[in-house]
């Protein structure tokens, strides 16, 4: 049975900080992302990073936010830093094989709120 597992939301205050982790079990991902969602929107990918390390962005969080993997742990990091109340969502850790789509495993989600 395949599970990611996230932690790591809460609330913070506009340029503060928080770090998202999620745990996969039962596989090993070619590629391992995070998404984010706010109500009555798509879900819309932030940052992705391959099992070779090659990562990809959304723009509006380039040189804020940092991904990053370990490998012996079967785990995806998402560093957030200098937030923004419109980085408020809630964000999805995603498993998958394909550089095209999102792949078919997601975390249950975990709140981040950026309000002063």
């Known amino acids: 049975q395949v599970e990611l597992m996230e932690s790591g939301g809460g609330s913070v205050q506009p340029g503060g900080s928080l770090r998202l982790s999620c745990v996969a079990s039962?596989?090993?991902?070619?590629?391992m992302a995070w998404y984010r969602q706010t109500p009555g929107k798509e879900r819309a990918l932030v940052a992705s990073m391959t099992h070779g390390g090659v990562t990809n962005y959304l723009e509006s969080v380039k040189g804020r936010f940092t991904i990053s993997r370990d490998h012996t742990k079967n785990a995806v990091y998402l560093q957030m830093n200098s937030l923004k109340p419109e980085d408020t969502a809630v964000y999805f850790c995603n498993g998958g094989f394909s550089d095209s789509r999102p792949g078919n495993y997601w975390g249950q989600g975990t709140q981040v709120t950026v309000s002063s």
């Open positions: 039962g596989s090993i991902f070619r590629i």
